[in-house]
Nanobody, 116 residues
Framework: QLQLVESWGGSVQPGGSLKLSCAAS????????IGWFRQAPGKEREGVSC????????WYADSVKGRFTISRDDNKNMVFLQMSSLKPEDTAVYLC?????????WGQGTQVNVSS
């Protein structure tokens, strides 16, 4: 089984930056597509960004294009989300996701708060 643990969420002022990390264990991430989702209070979970197993053409939600960057380091079994120019509407629990081998894996999430 693949386990995912997110970290480095926190509180930041509008315009600030955060870099979320997702550590994978149990299996190597090599061969898995990976992604970040978020869920704000009272709202449905939404996709933020995803990256295929061969790192081709990352996808970003329109709301984060140009501000967020997804990356992966399969040697370290890590996934990252660099977030810049953060806005209050980016406030949410951010969840790491990996899919492959016929399964869908989720982390427990890390809270991001953007406010002045």
């Amino acid at each position: 089984q693949l386990q995912l643990v997110e970290s480095w969420g926190g509180s930041v002022q509008p315009g600030g930056s955060l870099k979320l990390s997702c550590a994978a264990s149990g299996r190597t991430l090599d061969g898995y597509a990976i992604g970040w989702f978020r869920q704000a209070p009272g709202k449905e979970r939404e996709g933020v960004s995803c990256l295929s197993s061969n790192d081709e053409s990352p996808w970003y939600a329109d709301s984060v294009k140009g501000r967020f960057t997804i990356s992966r380091d399969d040697n370290k079994n890590m996934v990252f989300l660099q977030m810049s120019s953060l806005k209050p509407e980016d406030t949410a629990v951010y969840l790491c996701n990996a899919w492959g081998d016929g399964n869908d894996y989720w982390g427990q999430g890390t809270q991001v708060n953007v406010s002045s």
